[in-house]
């Protein structure tokens, strides 16, 4: 079964600077997709950037961009000139080809500094 | 702009009733989802759907049982609720495409006393 770890249950950034959280995920598939979902402070789960496996570009979303690894099985979200908007639960999330669920990390909780 | 709704932001119900969660989506979606979310545990799927009157069991579908009756509605059953269901229940839906995010609805916190 596919997992995907999230190692980095919080952190935290100060205004403007940029972080990074990780994810790593487990499978024997070639093709797949994954996700980064954003849950603000008791409001909806919204998609911040996804990537597909058999693309070699990164990809980028204003601000966010992701640092894929194929062969590590990593996938990891940068967040650039951080704001206090981005403060929320981060999910890191896989899905394998075909009509499939996805399967989520635990989360990294990201506060962001004044 | 798609639109997922929970028929309940914030339930509590006593041990042994019987609990209905209701979810809704605008957008002609195929595919349907309910996760609980627990802290420390991320998103748990508990059931899904790709098609009315079709499901799927997820990772914890115990105690839990789904109803798609119309392509637009997915209910999630409590046959008897318990204090260890307390959580926050998130409904989603999809498109059946290669790179379809999911859409999530803003959540149910139910508390079993």
């Known amino acids: 079964a596919q997992t995907v770890t999230q190692s980095q249950p919080e952190m935290s950034v100060q205004e403007a600077e940029t972080v990074t959280l990780s994810c790593t995920y487990d499978t024997s598939e070639s093709d797949y997709y994954l996700f980064w979902y954003k849950q603000p402070p008791s409001r909806q789960m919204i998609l911040v950037i996804r990537q597909e496996a058999y693309k070699q570009q990164n990809a980028t979303e204003n601000r966010f961009s992701v640092n894929f690894q194929k062969a590590a099985k990593s996938f990891s979200l940068k967040i650039s000139d951080s704001q206090l908007g981005d403060a929320a639960m981060y999910f890191c999330a896989y899905r394998r080809k075909g009509n499939t669920p996805l399967v989520f990390g635990k989360g990294t909780r990201l506060s962001v500094i004044a | 702009d798609v639109k997922v709704t929970q028929s309940s932001r914030y339930l509590v119900k006593r041990t042994g009733e019987k609990v209905f969660l209701e979810c809704v989506q605008d957008?002609?979606?195929?595919?349907m989802f309910w996760y609980r979310q627990d802290p420390g545990l991320g998103l748990r799927l508990i059931y899904f759907s790709y098609d009315v009157k079709m499901k799927e069991k997820g990772d914890i579908p115990e105690g839990y049982s789904v109803s798609r009756e119309k392509k637009e509605r997915f209910s999630l059953i409590l046959e008897s609720a318990s204090t260890n269901q307390t959580s926050m229940y998130l409904c989603a839906s999809s498109l059946v495409l290669r790179t379809s995010e999911q859409y999530f609805g803003p959540g149910t916190r139910l508390t079993v006393t």
């Open positions: 957008m002609d979606h195929e595919n």
